[in-house]
Nanobody, 116 residues
Framework: QVQLVESGGGLVQPGGSLRLSCAAS????????MSWSRQAPGKERELVAA????????TYADSVRGRFTISRDNAKNTVYLQMHSLKPEDTAVYYC?????????WGQGTQVTVSS
């Protein structure tokens, strides 16, 4: 059974940091590209960051480049999203995703709220 379980979300003040984690199971994690997407109320889901299976190539949305870092630990079947300099507009539910060809899985999401 495929599972992607996100953790690490919460309430943080503007300018603060959070690290999200996504623990994967039920598939060959090291073969899948992993990603983080987010969805704010009333908005479409947007891709925030992605990392290929080997972990040596990453991509970021313009809105987070330079503030967020995606990484993965294939030995622990876990992908991370380190977020710095958080802004109120980063408030959203953050979802972890896994993809290889036509196979695609998503987690249930973790809420990140940036507010003073």
């Amino acid at each position: 059974q495929v599972q992607l379980v996100e953790s690490g979300g919460g309430l943080v003040q503007p300018g603060g940091s959070l690290r999200l984690s996504c623990a994967a199971s039920g598939f060959t994690f090291s073969s899948y590209a992993m990603s983080w997407s987010r969805q704010a109320p009333g908005k479409e889901r947007e891709l925030v960051a992605a990392i290929i299976s080997a972990g040596d190539t990453t991509t970021y949305a313009d809105s987070v480049r330079g503030r967020f870092t995606i990484s993965r630990d294939n030995a622990k079947n876990t992908v991370y999203l380190q977020m710095h300099s958080l802004k109120p507009e980063d408030t959203a539910v953050y979802y972890c995703g896994a993809r290889m060809f036509d196979d695609e899985y998503w987690g249930q999401g973790t809420q990140v709220t940036v507010s003073s």
